[in-house]
């Protein structure tokens, strides 16, 4: 697809990913409406739009007329969500009204304002639980292991239903571990690595959870190429996707090459799971997918070492807008 002159909202488009998104849609011409509620805890940050040829819109996905935003839009890039895993314990009624019912909200404006509109949805590989067999495969047994899950999985269910009764265009792609650019950072809340990041970046040691879990890790231009190549593929409507990257390596092997690239000074400890983590992790976890590769010819590009070193050379003369 060439998106030069093209209407595209991006829901969450002051978030990590969503952010990436728009300025690799906007640098190629698109009309780029970027919506984000800024809801706290959430990965948005007004410096992650910096620079960008973007509408944003400041509402909150869960009450903001979505007709008018979605009012000519060719492609939805569907990425509002709360991901905390912890966050969706403490409060699984916030959970389910951004990732079920919200989503529901935004599939009856898009019925009305965007009917023929490409849905391009962010899922995730959280649905899967403790993996049966790795890599995993979109056929794995779905067990959410957390409140979060289990709404984020409705989300999902919502759009291929939209799919299957009316014939929307909608593809899922169900992501792994993401980083790089942009990244929440001043915490864990959207993944290990940023507060990693942090960590070396401030001169302190990072904590370790385990250790011997393996994760595929996705660096952020990497999961940007594949949402504009699912946005762009007629042959992906009306499926989900697994979306990995790097090879598996395990969080020791993962820490140890974030020290490595960080240089002197950067260190880390090891040490048990706390209580409440333990009973929702997932133990080891890499995407089988093919199915992905084969319908576009998309590869992660990025490997780990190199996506780190540019993480940490990214953050570390902006750190404090990410803190």
């Given at each position: 697809?060439h ?28 009309r780029v ?11 948005a940050?007004p ?5 960008a ?9 869960r ?13 939805i ?10 966050g ?13 019912v919200a ?11 965007a009917?023929d ?6 899922s ?7 993996a ?7 056929e ?15 989300g ?7 799919h ?26 959207q ?62 092997e993962i ?28 133990g080891?976890?890499h995407?089988d997918?093919?199915?992905f ?13 190199d ?9 570390r003369?902006?750190?404090a807008?990410?803190?």
């Open positions: 697809m998106w030069r002159g093209r209407k595209v909202l991006v829901t969450g488009g002051a978030g990590f990913l969503g952010s990436n998104l728009c300025h690799a849609l906007a640098t190629q011409g698109a409406v970027a919506l984000d509620g800024f809801l706290f805890g959430g990965g940050n410096a992650n739009l910096e620079g040829e973007v509408e944003l819109v400041r509402a909150d996905i009450d903001v007329d979505l007709r008018p935003l979605c009012e000519g839009a060719e492609v890039f569907n990425l509002a969500a709360q991901t905390s895993h912890m969706g314990q403490r409060d699984p009624l916030a959970d389910i009204a951004v990732n079920a989503q529901v909200r935004l599939i009856q404006a898009a019925r009305e304002a009917p509109a490409v849905v391009v949805h962010a995730t590989r959280q649905f899967y639980g403790r049966h067999h790795l890599p995993v495969d979109e794995h047994p779905v067990n959410p292991p957390d409140a979060n899950g289990v709404s984020k999985f409705a999902e269910q919502y759009w291929m239903i939209e299957r009764v009316n014939g929307r265009p909608v593809v899922s792609l169900r992501l792994t571990n993401c980083y790089g650019p942009r990244l929440r950072i001043r915490d864990a809340r993944t290990f690595l940023g507060i990693w990041i942090r960590s070396v970046l401030e001169d302190r040691p990072f904590e370790v959870w385990g250790g011997e879990q393996l994760r595929d890790m996705t660096y952020v231009d990497d999961v940007t190429n594949a949402f504009l190549l699912a946005g762009a593929t007629p042959a992906c409507h009306g499926r989900i996707f697994n979306i990995g990257g790097s090879p598996p390596a395990s969080l020791k820490a140890d090459i974030t020290v490595r690239v960080a240089g002197a000074g950067a260190r880390y400890t090891i040490r048990e799971f706390p209580a409440d983590r333990a009973r929702i992790d997932i080891s976890y995407a997918d093919r199915a590769r084969q319908a576009t010819g998309w590869t992660p590009e990025v490997g780990l070492e996506g780190i070193r540019r993480s940490l050379d990214w953050f003369p902006r750190l807008a990410y803190l």
